[in-house]
C-alpha cells in the first residue's frame, strides 16, 4: 500500500522548524474493523469562578460590589470627597430598595462641590470607544435638588462618557442611561456624583456592555464566551470545583440561591478569596450574577451537555472537611433532585415553572450530575450510596458522576474505585495536575481499565511546567503537547473515557490565584493559550470512531516523544489523524491504511511554535496558533511532522 496515488501531494521537499530526522515514522491505520466510538461529549470545558473567572470575567457587570453587600459594605469603592465639611457617604440598612439586598450607601451634601463615590471595577473597568454601556442604579433622593451625575473616567482621570440621572424622586426607582466613551481605555473607573446640597441613596450601581453575549442585556462578555464557543466542548461542567464544597459548610455553592432577580441573589465569599496565601485576593466574592440559569442556558448556546456538580454534604477536605450530620444528607439529595427539576422538568412542577418563569419553558436536557468535586474517603461514600440510590430510583436516566478523590493514583484514588463503582457511579471523576512528563509517560493509562465498570470521566488536568498550582507555572508549548500526547492516549480507550476537560479555564491577567489556565483575559482582550488550541483541535477533529494505529521505524528516543491518534468521521468519510511530535527532530510521517490503498490528504493543521517554552501573552498572542503546514507533504509522501508540534491531518477515505 502506498500513501498517497496523486502525485501532486508527492515530492514537495522541505521541512519547518528543526532538524529533520533521517528516520521517519511508519503509521498503519486499522480501518478495516470498525472502531470504538467516541462520544459527543468527549472534549469538553471545566468552568469555575477562580482567577475573576466569572466575576470579573465571563461575567460582563463591570462594577464590583455593585449592591454594598460585600462584608465590608464599601469595598471596591472610594469616596470622593471635595473636603469632610462639604459632606459625607455611609452605609445604610433602614428602608432598602430590596430587603434582600440591605446596604446602601447614603450621599450627603452640604455644598455644591461634586460628591460621591468612585468604583474601579475588577482590576479596572474596560472601555471601548466603538461599544456602548448601559448604567443602571436604584436612588432614591431623600432631601434637596442636587443634580446627579454618573461618569466614565478615565485611568488618568479625563472625562469618557457622562449622564444626568434626572428622574430620581423621594422613592427608590431604578435609573439608567447608554454611556459612549470617547475613548478605549483599560483601567477606566465610573463616579456617582451628587452636585448641590441634598440627601442621596444610591444601591445596586450597574455597568454592562451593550455587546453581550447573543445580546443579552445583563449578559456574558462576548469575547470570553467566543472563546469557549470556539472550543467546541461537547459538555460544560459547572460551577466548581472547590467552591462547590466551600471551606466550610455555610460557604458552599447552593444553586437555589444563584437564580432569579439578581438584585436578590445573595453574595458570598469565593472561596479562592483567601485559598492562596501567596495569592491573597480580598476582594473576591460570588455575585451569582453568572448562576445556574446562565450556566444552563450557556450550554444550550454552546451545544453543550451541561454537567452541573452539587454539594453532598461536605466541605473541602484541604480546608474544614466538615461534614453535614448523617440525617441531613437527604437535605442536600433534595437540592439535587429539585435541581433535575429545574433543568428538566415540565413547567406544571415546581422548579420546572421556575425554570419556565425564567424564560426558558423547554427543559435543558440534563443527564450528568457530579455528586461532590474533590471529595474522598468512607464519608464521601455513605453521601455518595445515598445520592445513588435516591437517583436509581428516581431519575435513572442521570449519570451519577462519582469523585475518584484529588490526585490520579495512591490510596484515596485506589479506595475511590474500590468502592465507588459498585455504589452506582456512572462515571469516575479523576483530576490531574502534574508535570509534563507525568503526561508523555501516561498514554496508555487506561489501555488495562476494566471496560465492564464505570467509564471514566478525566474533569480536571494541566500539564504543570513547575510545580502543582506554583505562582510560577507558565502555558508553554511542551505543556500543551504533553497534554496533547495524554489525549491520544484517552481518544484510544474511548470505550473508557467518556469525557475530559482541561482546568482551570480561565484566568484575569491582574486577578487571578492558579495558573496554568487554557484562557488568559484582560478587562479588553483575551489570549488563547497553546493549551487551548490543544483542546480545540482535539474538539473539532473529534471523529466518532476511534481507530488502531500502528507505529514503526522510529528511534526509540522518537517513539519516546511521539504519539498518534487516529478516527474515522463516518459522516465525512474521513480519517482524522492527530500527531504529536514533542522531539526536537522532524519526523516525516508515511501513513497507510489497511483498508484504503488511496489516502489522499484534504488538510493538515499544524500548532507550533519557537521551541518548547514557546507561549502566547498579550503582547505576542498569537506566537502558538494553529496554521495550515506550509508543505504537507515532503520526499517521497510522507508528511513532515515538525518539532514541537501537533499536527491534524484530514484524509479522504476512499476505494473501499
Ligand atoms: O482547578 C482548580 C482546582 O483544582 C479546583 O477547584 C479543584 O477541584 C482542584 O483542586
Redesign the pocket.
Known amino acids: 500500500m502506498r500513501l498517497f496515488r496523486h502525485r501532486r501531494w508527492l515530492a514537495l521537499a522541505g521541512c519547518a522548524i528543526g532538524v529533520l530526522s533521517a528516520r521517519g515514522a511508519g503509521l498503519l491505520v486499522h480501518d478495516a474493523a470498525p472502531g470504538r466510538a467516541i462520544s459527543p461529549t468527549m472534549w469538553g470545558a471545566?468552568f469555575?469562578d477562580?482567577n475573576f473567572g466569572g466575576d470579573g470575567g465571563l461575567y460582563a457587570e463591570l462594577i464590583k460590589n455593585r449592591g454594598f453587600e460585600f462584608p465590608d459594605p464599601l469595598m471596591g469603592w472610594n469616596q470622593l470627597h471635595p473636603s469632610l465639611a462639604q459632606g459625607d457617604v455611609t452605609v445604610r440598612t433602614d428602608e432598602p430598595f430590596d430587603a434582600a439586598n440591605p446596604h446602601y450607601a447614603e450621599i450627603v451634601s452640604t455644598a455644591k462641590a461634586p460628591l460621591g463615590l468612585a468604583n474601579g471595577g475588577f482590576r479596572g473597568i474596560g472601555l471601548r470607544a466603538t461599544e456602548t454601556y448601559d448604567l443602571s442604579s436604584y436612588v432614591r433622593v431623600r432631601s434637596g435638588h442636587p443634580d446627579l451625575i454618573v461618569r466614565l473616567y478615565s485611568h488618568d482621570g479625563s472625562v469618557l462618557a457622562e449622564t444626568h440621572l434626572s428622574d430620581a424622586t423621594a422613592n427608590w426607582s431604578k435609573l439608567g442611561a447608554r454611556l459612549a466613551p470617547s475613548e478605549d481605555d483599560e483601567h477606566a473607573w465610573l463616579a456617582f456624583l451628587v452636585v448641590g446640597p441634598g440627601v442621596v441613596d444610591v444601591d445596586f450601581v450597574s455597568l454592562f456592555p451593550t455587546h453581550t453575549w447573543k445580546g443579552r442585556p445583563g449578559g456574558l462578555r462576548a469575547d470570553l464566551v467566543q472563546a469557549l464557543d470556539d472550543l467546541h466542548p461537547g459538555f460544560l461542567r459547572f460551577p466548581?470545583?472547590?467552591?462547590v464544597e466551600g471551606s466550610v459548610l455555610p460557604r458552599r455553592y447552593q444553586w437555589k440561591n444563584t437564580i432569579g432577580p439578581v438584585e436578590r441573589r445573595k453574595v458570598l465569599v469565593d472561596r479562592w478569596n483567601y485559598e492562596f496565601l501567596h495569592r491573597p485576593t480580598p476582594d473576591y466574592f460570588q455575585s451569582f450574577g453568572l448562576g445556574f440559569y446562565e450556566y444552563f442556558q450557556l450550554c444550550e448556546d454552546l451545544g453543550a451537555q451541561p454537567l452541573p456538580v452539587v454539594n453532598c454534604g461536605m466541605a473541602c477536605q484541604?480546608n474544614s472537611g466538615e461534614l453535614c450530620p448523617p440525617d441531613q444528607i437527604s437535605h442536600y439529595v433534595q437540592d439535587a433532585l429539585d435541581l433535575v427539576e429545574f433543568a428538566n422538568g415540565a413547567p406544571d412542577t415546581p422548579w420546572g415553572r421556575r425554570r419556565a418563569e425564567l424564560g426558558h419553558p423547554a427543559p435543558f436536557g440534563m443527564r450528568f450530575l457530579g455528586v461532590g468535586?474533590?471529595q474522598w474517603g468512607q464519608d464521601y461514600f455513605i453521601r455518595f450510596e445515598q445520592f445513588s440510590r435516591v437517583f436509581k430510583q428516581r431519575h435513572p436516566e442521570i449519570t451519577l458522576v462519582a469523585a475518584a478523590g484529588?490526585q490520579p493514583d495512591g490510596p484515596l484514588f485506589r479506595a475511590a474505585w474500590a468502592n465507588l463503582p459498585g455504589l452506582g457511579a456512572g462515571l469516575m471523576d479523576e483530576?490531574c495536575?502534574a508535570a509534563a512528563d507525568w503526561f508523555f509517560d501516561q498514554t496508555h493509562r487506561y489501555d488495562h481499565y476494566s471496560r465492564s465498570g464505570p467509564g471514566v470521566f478525566m474533569g480536571?488536568y494541566?500539564a504543570q511546567s513547575v510545580a502543582i498550582?506554583s505562582p510560577l507555572n507558565r502555558n508553554t508549548l511542551q505543556g500543551a503537547l504533553a497534554e496533547a500526547a495524554y489525549m491520544t492516549g484517552l481518544e484510544h480507550n474511548s470505550d473508557v473515557v467518556r469525557m475530559a476537560s482541561y482546568?482551570?479555564l480561565m484566568a484575569q491577567k491582574d486577578a487571578w490565584q492558579?495558573t496554568p489556565d487554557l484562557i488568559w483575559f484582560d478587562n479588553l482582550s483575551v489570549v488563547r493559550t497553546p493549551d487551548y488550541y490543544v483542546q480545540e483541535l482535539f474538539a473539532r477533529n473529534r471523529g466518532d470512531e476511534e481507530l488502531a494505529c500502528d507505529l514503526s521505524d522510529l528511534t526509540a528516543s522518537q517513539a519516546r516523544r511521539f504519539y498518534v491518534a487516529a478516527a474515522r468521521d463516518t459522516g465525512h468519510h474521513q480519517l482524522i489523524l492527530k500527531i504529536v511530535n514533542a522531539t526536537d527532530q522532524v519526523i516525516p510521517a508515511m501513513i497507510r491504511s489497511d483498508r484504503h490503498p488511496d489516502l489522499q490528504l484534504l488538510s493538515s493543521i499544524g500548532l507550533r511554535g519557537d521551541g518548547p517554552n514557546a507561549e502566547n501573552n498579550f503582547v505576542h498572542p498569537h506566537d502558538v496558533e494553529p496554521r495550515p503546514l506550509a508543505e504537507p507533504v515532503g520526499n517521497g509522501g510522507a508528511v513532515p511532522v515538525p518539532a514541537h508540534s501537533l499536527v491534524v491531518l484530514r484524509l479522504a477515505l476512499e476505494g473501499s
Not at 466548581?240 to 467552591?243: L, R
Request: glycine share 10%; aromatic share 22%.
Open positions: 471545566f469555575e477562580i466548581g470545583g472547590c467552591i484541604f468535586n474533590e484529588p483530576h495536575y480536571e494541566a498550582a482546568a482551570p492558579w
